[in-house]
């Protein structure tokens, strides 16, 4: 058997000519199958997305990612914030929720009202391809751009009536309140800008947050579901998601691995598991570094899930990535099961 | 949200018959096509928020078919056999119906990893380098394996080759294999 580079040496002409008829052969085979030229009738198409919805529903969640008027981020940012006695962090609260309709109505997406500029790296992907999350869409309220000291609580400017209704640019707001939940050193938090509205009302603090440490950025992925803020949300139930193999392998990128779903003594379920590099789509020209994911779904339905990432390289991405996820699997457990997400609502 | 999923509609209905034709090269079956049609979609609809910031949709979706197709081919191997004549081959839509069928009956012949660079390279129109990088090979791989893949068709293909000259590229072919 002669080695493939063996081909290199055989004359053009012949192998132009052996193109020349393999494509025809091909051709002749192709173009002659009982098969309408045109485009898939509605029915074809429906078939497809009736039967993509009974695998989202049954399986898990696809979401598009949450977009929010930054104004109304800002807004609900503002009431997030850490009081200036830092006795707000709610660090372990119980995620009831708070929200009134009317917060959630302000909440609601709204292509014109979008103010976010677009990062360039939102073009990249480098979301797992299995969880809640689905975000790196929502819009970058007024710039978070830097974590202002690593005590937060008592570094946050007060909450600012101005700001609510300006949107003023501001530390205030779901960067801010990332900020103040992230360990010392993880590194500057910004949100990301938003690419897509979703059909549903997203919750203030789901998004892609930026994580910015020595010139290299890693990122998380933050989806928070509060039945009194945003119930229009899909989700799963708790028995959909404990039926959830994450690490499913679909062959087409490398798989998920350490998928656990456990009973916490609360009756929350917390699902985790990691994703190795290279999860990003074929074709891609980014790569996708290595992550951790975790997901808690509460009793009364309330759901939090993050995902940390090390980031994105190559082109599209977001330049040098962390050597390791931002987090450790045990900080982001206890990030997912914080409290504080629902005091926003 | 709304122009996301008019775009997918819209994906869906112009990708899915020249899918569908890739498939039944692939498979030689109708009802085989269309399963694989379907999967391939179905995922790339799951892909959902993705999609939106995939680079390459329809590399996504040719190498998302690809897998499919490679990884049912796995499973399914000891069920497949060349056919005599392919199931579901009505009535031709155009072309060289006979010539068409004899060389459908002939790709049931070649192994699958061949069978998919030969459709990709053939019929997809994708170049060596293109056909490598989709399915994740090397370009000398491509080459070697649409060489074999290629002389294997036309073995099979025999006596029903459309001319001389393709019957000499045949000789030449598994001279160099």
């Avoid at chain 1, 962090?89 to 009202?113: K, M």
């Avoid at chain 2, 498979?27 to 799951?46: I, N, P, S, W």
């Amino acid at each position: 058997m002669n080695h493939p580079d063996d081909l290199h040496g055989i004359d053009r002409t012949e192998q132009d000519s052996d193109d020349m008829h393999a494509h025809r052969l091909l051709g002749i085979a192709g173009d002659s199958l009982p098969i309408p030229y045109g485009s898939a009738s509605t029915a074809q198409v429906d078939a497809v997305l009736r039967h993509a919805g009974r695998i989202r529903r049954r399986r898990r969640f696809a979401l598009v990612g949450g977009s929010a008027v930054a104004v109304a981020a800002v807004a609900l940012g503002t009431a997030l914030m850490p009081r200036a006695d830092g006795s707000s962090s709610a660090l372990g609260d119980p995620p009831a929720s708070s929200a009134s309709p009317s917060a959630a109505a302000s909440a609601a997406p709204s292509a014109t009202a979008r103010t976010g500029t677009p990062s360039p790296s939102a073009s990249a992907t480098g979301a797992p391809r299995s969880g809640l999350h689905g975000n790196g869409d929502d819009p970058e309220p007024p710039h978070t751009s830097a974590r202002p000291t690593t005590t937060p609580k008592t570094a946050s400017p007060p909450p600012s009536k101005t700001a609510t209704t300006t949107g003023t640019p501001s530390t205030a707001g779901p960067a801010a309140l990332v900020n103040s939940l992230l360990p010392a050193g993880t590194g500057t938090v910004r949100r990301e800008a938003d690419r897509v509205t979703p059909s549903y009302t997203p919750n203030p603090m789901s998004g892609r947050y930026l994580l910015t440490k020595n010139g290299k950025t890693a990122y998380l992925d933050i989806t928070v579901v509060d039945k009194k803020v945003n119930a229009d949300q899909p989700r799963p139930t708790m028995a959909q998601e404990r039926a959830t193999n994450h690490c499913e392998d679909f062959g087409i990128v490398a798989p998920n691995t350490d998928c656990a779903h456990v009973t916490l003594p609360d009756g929350s379920l917390l699902s985790t598991f990691s994703a190795p590099g290279n999860q990003q789509e074929p074709g891609s020209d980014h790569v996708s570094g290595p992550g951790y994911d975790a997901w808690i779904i509460y009793p009364n339905g309330n759901q939090v899930e993050i995902y940390a990432s090390s980031g994105i390289t190559g082109p599209g991405g977001l330049g040098p990535r962390y050597d390791q996820p931002p987090l450790t699997k045990d900080q982001l457990a206890s990030l997912v099961k914080s409290g504080a997400w629902f005091k926003s609502s | 949200m709304g122009g996301h999923d008019e775009a997918l509609r819209e994906f869906i209905a112009v990708r899915r018959g020249p899918l569908l034709r890739s498939a039944f090269l692939l498979c030689g079956d109708m009802h085989d096509a269309e399963d694989l049609v379907q999967t391939t979609l179905v995922k790339v609809v799951l892909a959902g928020r993705r999609l939106d910031r995939i680079d390459n949709i329809e590399a996504y979706t040719r190498r998302t078919l690809m897998s499919v197709f490679i990884s049912s081919r796995r499973r399914m191997w000891r069920r497949e056999h060349p056919h005599a004549a392919p199931p579901d081959t009505a009535a031709a839509a155009g072309g060289d119906p006979d010539m068409g069928l004899a060389v459908r009956v002939a790709l049931s012949a070649v192994p699958p990893r061949q069978r998919a660079v030969l459709v990709l390279r053939y019929w997809e129109d994708l170049s060596v380098e293109e056909t490598a990088q989709l399915l994740g090979v090397s370009p000398g791989t491509v080459k070697s394996q649409s060489a074999r893949g290629l002389a294997t068709l036309r073995a099979a293909l025999g006596d029903a080759l459309p001319d001389e000259a393709a019957r000499r590229v045949t000789s030449a072919e598994e001279a160099r294999l």
